[in-house]
């Protein structure tokens, strides 16, 4: 084994790959430029050979991350590179402190003034946690973890450089952030980091309650961090009470925390502290209690210590915890910017560990340092190959290696650390020779510098991009407050100016409003005139009357002729019947089939029903025209609609209406009554879409006005002015909306008192051109029903023909009806032709009539008494009240809104203390540059004055 080698051995420390069995490393006695390395391993032991390494023809170690930590497995079965070492002249360096790499925090530094840089970097690291950043912004921190009686409390009070009580319960039933540094005094600041409201069911709380969406429960997340100050103390005898009565504080979530505050809260003036642990609301809390201490010979450090993990709880009911505690471990560890401290007592097998599984589990293993705890209690007996496996990093590995601590009870911190130093390494303390090779990593003084050095260069590393984020926190704040501004200071001109403003923005709305509204009326016009009565115009009766005889002598029977009187009308030249046969022997014919042999046994009646189908006949059964020109189908608003007036009447029908009517004795009359009846019956519907066309309206001037409102209260948005002048706007518009609807109602009323018109020769239009479709349609579906295609309405639309074609058609028409007949249902058709066209007249009156009433009424009513309106029902109008007041009260804020300004204003202070303290440490950081310039090109010169021609070195 060679010397270099044989250094390695002795101070416990892996050789880099490829070098540990290298018989081709050889020495100089000096070194040369940036490309060569310190072997971070030798520098972390504190040796001063000052040895370098050089892989030839590899790509060489850049800055000290690169390099494996101490405990990480290296089995990669690559080619040994061919290596040379360079030996440099010994440097002067104090032995008795850890030695730190040359490139610290992505910067070239001298070891001087480095422990500065890192206590620089720390500081500021810890006052960004103090001001609750972390919350916002993700922070590099160390959290302490472990099982129940780990050793993790002794850890902890190691690293914080305190007797910091170990008594049962005390910080282990929430997590504890604790910030140590520097200061000529000692002070501890303890307050309290409250994200989380307690809130238990009223039943028992059970372990199924707990789930991914409430890690916690039965504690809820509340929108913002409340950061409360407790109590800051200068007498170390004071802290353990001051803590215990801490966490009570925070298990305590439905009592002021100030009742809490040693000295002066009344429950802790009054309580034991005994009794109030064990009467504590809450068993655990993922709340926060903040301790920020400073003293002489304090490190800068800054870590959370969370409750220890255990499986098996005193009292089967609080199972639940078990998760719970689990989860606020996994919650921290979870954070890709912390660096895991995972404490794994020595007098118990590493396999039993929980929580380094769910550090395995979560992928968490190459960000954790492991902290093997209670050395003193490893037994003479036991097997310490698995702690020598794990320190050398063949088991359980982390990425960031192991320390060992011993640290026994009943022991003060000076007397700690006298233990610690004779046990590992004076050997005055019986301690394994096997491991006093990890001697460098072996005591809580070891571990506080390497930690300090790790965080330090971690949030240096992350510092542009915490800044960057503070910066776009603070930016994001800035502007929201802008657009909560404070009270004006002339209220009344503001209010006075603001409703101004309104008036004239709500006419102008109603302007634009006035210059679209042309859609409304047309769309309610489609509708009314869409729900126009349709009547059945095809009977059971237009089919042929046949004799069929089911005799097989007679079997070549024709079918009987039909009658000329017309379909409808029972024939006298009928042939004779068969005898009535069964059922089974019987054949229907549908009316529209016209048979094809005389097969079948009995005559086709015409059927006494009047087709429908439960009131709602097939499109086949509708006997009405096609969709005519403004007849459209309803839009979606009028949908509901479409189907009103459907299967209105059958021609059956309408004449039972007529003979209910009609006197005896006289034939051939059709009562007025008839008609009057079936039309208003027809317009009864009206109501409904007229009530949507209101509703929809109103809408809209809704619309109107409240984007008024938003536009011209922009400033005053938050204030009890623009919620009450949007409530009263709302209310103006209802009542608006009920005056005009009663006038629409009387309109309504008057169409469906009577038939009324004067407009005769608008009504004997409509009336002729709904006669002519419906005895052109009727006429068509005669001779389908005769089998016989009719000249006169074959392959033709109604509605498009000419005047020429139309009368064409019906002189064509003429000449077909002498043959088949008169219409036996003339009458019908031409009450219905009498009913559809009052219809058509009746609606575009209507709507009409309900467009005036918006127009004429609604309209200018609300232009004119707005303004009024807002100001009466605001108060400003009106003796005996002081106005001054009035309007004062208008400009007061809403609650919500103050406290969210409140909530912002210190959310402000708080990035803006962040961004100064940033702000520090990198002017600090650039006037170390600009001075570290001169002594780095200094430092080059004697490097290359130290390298010459006589210096050996072999390849």
Request: aromatic share 6%.
């Amino acid at each position: 084994m060679s010397s270099a080698e044989s250094s390695r051995s002795a101070n416990g420390i892996k050789s880099e790959p490829g070098i540990r069995n290298s018989s081709l490393a050889v020495r100089a006695s000096t070194t040369t430029g940036s490309s060569l390395n310190y072997d971070e391993a030798t520098m972390e032991n504190g040796s001063t050979s000052g040895s370098f390494m050089v892989t030839v023809g590899t790509p060489s170690r850049v800055g000290r991350s690169d390099a494996p930590p101490p405990s990480e497995r290296t089995d990669e079965c690559e080619p040994e590179p061919l290596l040379r070492e360079l030996r440099m002249r010994p440097q002067h360096v104090n032995i008795g402190s850890p030695a730190i790499p040359e490139e610290v925090f992505g910067f070239q530094d001298s070891f001087h003034g480095i422990g500065r840089k890192i206590k620089a970097h720390n500081d500021t690291l810890g006052e960004l946690q103090a001001l609750g950043v972390s919350h916002d912004v993700p922070l590099p921190e160390l959290v302490l973890v472990g099982d129940q009686s780990a050793g993790k409390s002794s850890v902890m009070s190691g690293l914080a450089n305190l007797d910091l009580p170990r008594s049962e319960g005390t910080c282990t039933r929430c997590p504890l952030h604790i910030r140590v540094s520097k200061s000529n005094d000692w002070s501890c600041r303890v307050s309290l980091s409250k994200q989380y409201r307690y809130d238990p069911p009223d039943t028992a709380i059970v372990e199924d309650d707990v789930t991914d969406t409430n890690p916690f429960f039965p504690w809820r997340r509340l929108p913002n961090v409340q950061i409360l100050e407790f109590k800051t103390v200068h007498d170390k005898s004071e802290i353990e009470g001051l803590l215990r009565w801490a966490q009570v504080a925070i298990l305590n979530d439905n009592h002021s925390h100030q009742q809490f505050i040693p000295g002066s809260g009344a429950i802790a003036m009054n309580v034991p502290i005994e009794q109030a642990q064990a009467e504590t609301v809450a068993k655990f809390s993922p709340n926060v209690v903040f301790l920020e201490i400073k003293g002489p010979g304090m490190p800068n450090l800054s870590f959370y210590d969370m409750p220890g993990i255990f499986q098996n709880p005193a009292d089967a009911s609080d199972q639940y915890l078990v998760k719970v505690v689990q989860n606020l471990s996994k919650f921290y560890i979870c954070r890709q910017s912390a660096i895991i401290i995972c404490s794994m007592p020595m007098n118990t097998d590493a396999e039993n560990s929980c929580t380094f599984g769910f550090i395995r589990q979560l992928d968490a293993t190459r960000r954790t340092i492991g902290v093997l705890t209670k050395a003193d209690l490893l037994s003479d007996n036991a097997d310490r190959r698995q702690w020598l496996r794990i320190m050398n990093g063949n088991a359980h590995t982390v990425g960031l290696g192991y320390f060992i601590t011993s640290r026994p009870h009943g022991k003060d911190l000076d007397e700690l650390t006298r233990w610690e130093a004779g046990m590992f390494d004076q050997h005055t303390i019986e301690w394994p020779s096997e491991f006093h090779v990890f001697a460098s990593r072996c005591g809580v003084e070891k571990l506080k510098h390497f930690l300090s050095e790790r965080l330090g260069e971690q949030f240096a590393k992350s510092l542009p991009s915490i800044e960057e984020k503070v910066r776009g926190k603070l930016g994001r704040v800035l502007s929201e407050l802008r657009s909560l501004p404070d009270v004006p200071d002339n209220v009344e001109l503001e209010v006075q100016r603001s409703l101004q403003k309104f008036s004239d923005a709500a006419r102008n709305s109603i302007k634009e409003f006035m210059k679209h509204f042309d859609n409304d009326p047309k769309e309610f016009s489609e509708c009314i005139l869409g729900m126009y009565p349709r009547f059945i115009l095809k009977d059971v009766s237009d089919a042929p009357t046949l004799v069929i005889s089911d005799d097989e002598e007679n079997d070549s029977s024709e079918p009987a002729a039909p009658a000329p009187t017309g379909a409808g009308t029972p024939s006298h030249k009928r042939h004779r019947m068969a005898p009535p046969v069964t059922p089974s022997k019987r054949t229907r014919l549908t009316p529209s089939e016209t048979p094809r042999s005389g097969r079948s046994s009995r005559s086709v009646k015409p059927e006494d029903s009047d087709g429908a189908t439960n009131g709602r006949p097939s499109r086949s059964e509708h006997g009405t025209q096609p969709a005519r020109a403004g007849l459209a189908a309803p839009t979606s608003i009028y949908a509901s609609f479409a189907k009103v007036n459907r299967g209105f009447r059958t021609l059956r029908g309408v004449r039972s209406d007529i003979r209910a009517r009609s006197q005896a004795g006289v034939p051939n009359h059709i009562p007025l009554e008839v008609k009057e009846d079936l039309a208003l019956e027809a317009i009864a519907p009206w109501d409904g879409p007229m009530d949507v066309f209101l509703s929809q309206t109103i809408a809209k001037l809704h619309r109107a006005f409240k984007e008024a409102l938003e536009t011209t209260f922009a400033g005053l948005r938050q204030r009890v002015i623009f919620a009450e002048c949007e409530k009263h706007v709302g209310t103006f518009l209802e009542g608006h909306k009920r005056t005009i609807k009663e006038h629409m109602l009387q309109v309504y009323q008057d169409e469906r008192c009577k038939l009324m018109t004067f407009n005769s020769a608008t009504f004997t239009q409509y009336e002729t051109e709904e006669l002519h479709l419906l005895e052109w349609f009727r006429h068509k579906m005669r001779m389908e029903a005769q089998g016989v295609a009719s000249k006169a309405t074959c392959n033709k639309d109604f509605n498009s023909m000419s005047e020429q074609e139309r009368r064409t058609e019906s002189e064509t028409r003429k000449a077909e009806i002498a043959k088949i007949g008169v219409d036996d249902f003339d009458r019908e058709i031409k009450v219905i032709a009498y009913v559809r066209g009052y219809y058509r007249l009746a609606g575009l009156r209507f709507v009409d009539s309900i467009a005036q009433c918006v127009l004429c009424r609604l309209i200018p009513n609300l232009q004119e008494q707005l303004p009024l309106y807002l100001n009466e029902r605001l108060g400003l109008i009106g003796r005996g009240q002081d106005i001054n007041a009035i309007y004062a009260r208008l400009l007061e804020e809403d609650p919500a809104m103050a406290a969210r300004r409140e909530v912002l204003k210190k959310e402000k202070a708080k990035f803006e203390k962040a961004m100064a303290s940033i702000g520090i440490l990198n002017n600090a950081a650039a006037e170390d540059s600009e001075g570290g310039l001169t002594h780095a090109s200094e430092h080059t010169r004697d490097d290359d004055t130290v390298m010459g021609d006589d210096d050996e070195i072999e390849v």
